[in-house]
């Protein structure tokens, strides 16, 4: 199978800010390959490529700028046909509209960005990554993306 590493921006251009990979001082470690979206709050989020969901949450309405909001951001993980996963955070509570197992297309929208979780302004935290281990909250890496298409 051929490995590829393109995603489409995952979130409406028009509405897009910026891209900053490096403001956010959880960018570090496993999360260094992570890409902030910088848009406005409530904005669509778009699945960056056909794949299937494998954990929705959504029932957070907790967070700000303090690590101890960590673990109360809301966000969805997609795993993609090359073995590579996508993860998106901060949504906004109740804003899924996909569930855990269903198939989706790049481009779809699957939630609305928020501000819950360690969260400094409004914007899509995105990151691809592959598994190394089976937990998803400590068996990860990030891995660098070479282009959005
Ligand atoms: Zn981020």
Excluded: C
Excluded at 53 to 75: E, M
Excluded at 103 to 127: D, K, S
Aim: aromatic share 12%; hydrophobic share 35%; no cysteine.
């Amino acid at each position: 199978m051929q490995i590829y590493n393109k995603y489409i921006i995952p979130v409406p251009q028009n509405l897009l800010q910026r891209i900053d990979r490096t403001s956010s001082p959880a960018h570090i470690g496993k999360l260094r390959n992570a890409v902030d979206f910088i848009v406005p709050q409530n904005t669509p989020v778009l699945a960056a490529a056909d794949g299937k969901v494998t954990y929705v949450k959504d029932d957070s309405n907790v967070g700000g700028l303090d690590p101890s909001y960590w673990n109360y951001t809301n966000f969805i993980a997609i795993m993609h046909q090359n073995g590579e996963y996508t993860r998106y955070d901060h949504l906004e509570r109740n804003s899924a509209k996909v569930r855990a197992g269903q198939q989706v297309q790049a481009g779809q929208e699957i939630a609305r960005v928020g501000m819950t979780g360690y969260t400094y302004t409004p914007h899509l935290h995105f990151q691809v990554f592959v598994f190394t281990g089976y937990n998803l909250w400590t068996d990860f890496d990030t891995i660098e993306i070479n282009e959005f298409i």
